[in-house]
């Protein structure tokens, strides 16, 4: 039996407040558990977007009497927000930002947008950006200028990898994560025109499944990757199926299995998977310790990845069918066993908000 830290998911989509019917706080903090993931940090794109004192208390509020392991909770940029946000720093995971095509309406593309949130938001927490390619390349010129960290989200190509790795060398206080998407699978369809298109909606996600060069790029590069986030970002599989499929894949229930794959296969290290997905994150998003929390992990347990298993709401994943090896057994957290054997054992509003 192998036992680990409690694991840390700084990139979650939680759905509620406004769309219950993808998830909410207890079906995400059940699916967290599960995993193996004992806090997540969640993103403000919901229905309202998290973006001021009022939305921020609403989220919380939701989470307060639901969630069953901990969490904090970013508040998004908006194109006047920047006072307000830097204001509630103190109570936030972090400031999102979000520079490129995305779900939902945080969207900042004027960059005299982005220079406020620059100057303003606390140098002790980092800014999130969700920023692809070029726009990845403004936003660490940004935090150059500002002098001031920035952690890129859910880096996918060779060539933002290859600048972060640059950007490192040059002390600039760049941070990243991967999520197991962009390790796992490549586009079906050649570079630039995306996985997208009628019938293929389940491959639809922000950034976008990349080629093979790129992942092999991310493999290579593991060294510049400072986290493992899952970018979990479910939407229902009607959803996903429809004509206007809303990009995004469910990821909580998948990582530690398909990472523990990865070391049985020597493509990854199981020290290197506490530094990403424990040690990094705490230092990047300054989080407490959780006294009494462990995850028990069989790594020789092979079993087969099927939605119809798992806590999240979505009802599916794009691993359906893949054959993994490692299972998470039972989860400690703060003395409390939260999960055992398939089963969740602690109740709605656990969960503590660790920026309280
Ligand atoms: C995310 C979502 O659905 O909220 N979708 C995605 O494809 N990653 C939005 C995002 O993180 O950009
Ligand atoms: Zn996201």
């Known amino acids: ?5 409690g694991l840390i998911d700084p990139h979650v989509h939680v759905r509620e407040p406004g769309q219950t019917h993808k998830e909410d706080w207890d079906t995400v903090t059940q699916a967290a558990l599960a995993g193996g993931v004992t806090m997540i940090l969640t993103m403000p794109n919901t229905k309202p977007p998290i973006f001021d004192a009022e939305t921020l208390d609403l989220a919380l509020s939701k989470a307060k009497k639901k969630a069953r392991c901990d969490y904090a909770q ?9 006072e307000m946000a830097a204001s509630l720093a103190d109570k936030a995971a972090g400031l999102k930002m979000y ?29 999130v950006a969700h920023s692809e ?4 390349a403004a936003a660490i010129l940004f935090a150059a200028i500002y002098d001031r960290p920035i952690h890129i989200a859910h880096i996918s190509l060779r060539e933002e990898v290859l600048l972060v790795k640059a950007a490192k060398e040059h002390g600039i206080k760049v941070t990243c994560e991967v999520c197991p998407h962009h390790l796992f699978l490549t586009s079906p369809l050649p570079q630039g025109e995306g996985p997208g298109g009628r019938g293929n909606g389940r491959m ?7 080629t093979k060069e790129d992942v092999e790029a991310l493999w290579e590069n593991l060294d510049v990757i400072d986290c493992f986030a ?11 199926d429809s004509e206007n499929p809303p990009p995004g894949f469910p990821g909580l229930e998948t990582i530690l299995p398909l990472l523990l794959t990865a070391v049985s296969d020597s493509r990854l290290t199981i020290p290197g998977i506490i530094q990403k997905m424990y040690t990094n994150p705490r230092k990047i998003f300054s989080l407490p310790e959780q ?38 057994r039972k989860v400690v957290l703060r003395g409390k066993t939260a999960f055992e054997d398939g089963i969740i054992l602690v109740e709605s509003g656990y969960g503590k908000n660790v920026r309280e």
Not at 103 to 127: A, S, V
Request: aromatic share 12%; net charge negative.
């Open 1 to 5: 039996m192998l036992k680990l830290p």
């Open 74 to 82: 970013f508040v998004g940029a908006g194109p006047d927000n920047a």
């Open 99 to 127: 520079l490129d095509s995305t779900f939902g309406q945080l969207r900042l593309d004027d960059m005299t947008l982005w220079q406020p949130h620059f100057e303003k938001y606390p140098k002790q927490y980092p800014i």
């Open 133 to 136: 390619s070029r726009s990845m």
């Open 204 to 210: 639809e996600v922000r950034p976008r499944l990349a």
């Open 230 to 240: 899952t970018d979990h970002a479910p939407h229902r599989l009607e959803e996903k």
């Open 291 to 328: 006294n009494e929390t462990w995850v028990e992990v069989d790594e020789d347990a092979e079993y087969e990845i099927h939605a119809s298993e798992m806590f999240s709401r979505c009802g599916w994943t794009p691993f359906e069918g893949w054959k993994v090896k490692g299972k998470v």
